[in-house]
Structure formats: C-alpha cells, structure tokens
C-alpha cells in the first residue's frame, strides 16, 4: 500500500538539505502544476510535493542512504510512501507531533502550535512528540495534536474540513 500525506511546519537524525534532495537514493526533483510546485520522488516509492515556499529536510535516520523522516518548518507537503519492508516506517515530525506510515494515505498540518492529521484509506499512529503512546487514526478520522496533556481525541472529519487541506494540492475528497 502507499500513503498520501499534507504536512505544514516541523523539527532528528541526518538532516538532508532541499537542494541535496536530488541526490539521495536516486531521488530525482521536478517542478509541477501551477503555481509551481517541487515534487521529489525516489526510488523506493517515496514521492514529496512542496507547497511553493515549504523550507522542509529529509532525514536518514539509520544512515543507509534513504530518507526515512520529512521535517517540516512552514508551509505544506503532500507526501506519498510505501511501507518500509526495513521494519521501520516513514514518519513525519511537527513541533509537537509525530504521525508515522501504518500502510495508508493521509495528511497532516501545522500551524501556529498545533498540527492536524487526517486519514483517507488505511492506519496512521499519531502521538505527541514528547509522549510514548498515542491514537491510531482509520479511515475519514483525525486528530488535533497541541502542547498540552489533555488526551487526544480522534474525530470522524468533515468533508470541507478535509477538501480545504487537499485542495491546496488540487486535490478533494469525493
């Protein structure tokens, strides 16, 4: 299964610069659509599109050469992988969340403190970046993520809730 991400602000292991993305692991960088946008796709069936502006690194945490964390500082990113057969799966960090591939195709967005995650098909684990459990969200649910201790709450999302993050990608639910 792949997965489908939006992501917008974010924070370790082996950072990789944007202009350095191209050469790591046979990721190739392309520009797209209108206004233009990057999209970074490698080998292994990672796929990255940047809202113009995103300031985001991959990062290689075991070193072997495959990005397999995006950390994001502003702005959004629409990301697509497979599950790792590694044993350890793509996650994306935000300042105070942690949303990690369970085989699906998701969002997730960041704005002032806060991050929002949202699944389309399958499993995502979501935790704060300072806690060890967390929820797991399924299909239509997500989750507000902020600093706080409350526990966190997993919701069914509205349809405009969800088309107003996919659309800025060009994309909606039906």
Same mark, same amino acid.
């Given at each position: ?101 369970? %085989?699906?195709?998701?969002? $997730? =967005? *960041?704005?002032? @403190?806060?991050?929002?995650?949202? !699944?389309?098909?399958?499993?995502? +684990? ?11 969200? %399924?299909?239509?649910?997500? $989750? =507000? *993520?902020?600093? @706080?201790?409350?526990?966190?709450? !997993?919701?069914?999302?509205?349809? +405009? ?14």
């Amino acid at each position: 299964m792949r997965g489908w991400w939006i992501v917008v602000a974010a924070l370790g292991g082996f950072p990789i610069p944007v202009q350095a993305q191209a050469q790591v692991s046979g990721c190739t960088l392309q520009r797209s659509g209108s206004p233009t946008r990057q999209v970074l796709r490698c080998q292994d069936g990672l796929q990255l599109e940047a809202e113009p502006g995103a300031d985001y690194a991959l990062v290689d945490r075991d070193r072997d050469g495959r990005p397999d964390e995006v950390n994001l500082r502003n702005r959004a990113l629409l990301i697509e992988a497979e599950p790792s057969s590694r044993g350890v799966g793509f996650q994306v960090r935000t300042p105070v969340a942690i949303a990690a591939v369970r %085989g699906t195709h998701w969002a $997730v =967005d *960041v704005a002032e @403190g806060k991050t929002a995650v949202f !699944v389309l098909s399958g499993r995502v +684990a979501v935790r704060r970046s300072n806690a060890r459990t967390g929820v797991e969200l %399924g299909s239509g649910e997500g $989750v =507000d *993520v902020d600093s @706080g201790r409350a526990p966190l709450t !997993v919701k069914r999302w509205p349809t +405009a809730r969800a088309n107003a993050l996919l659309g800025r990608f060009g994309r909606q639910i039906r």
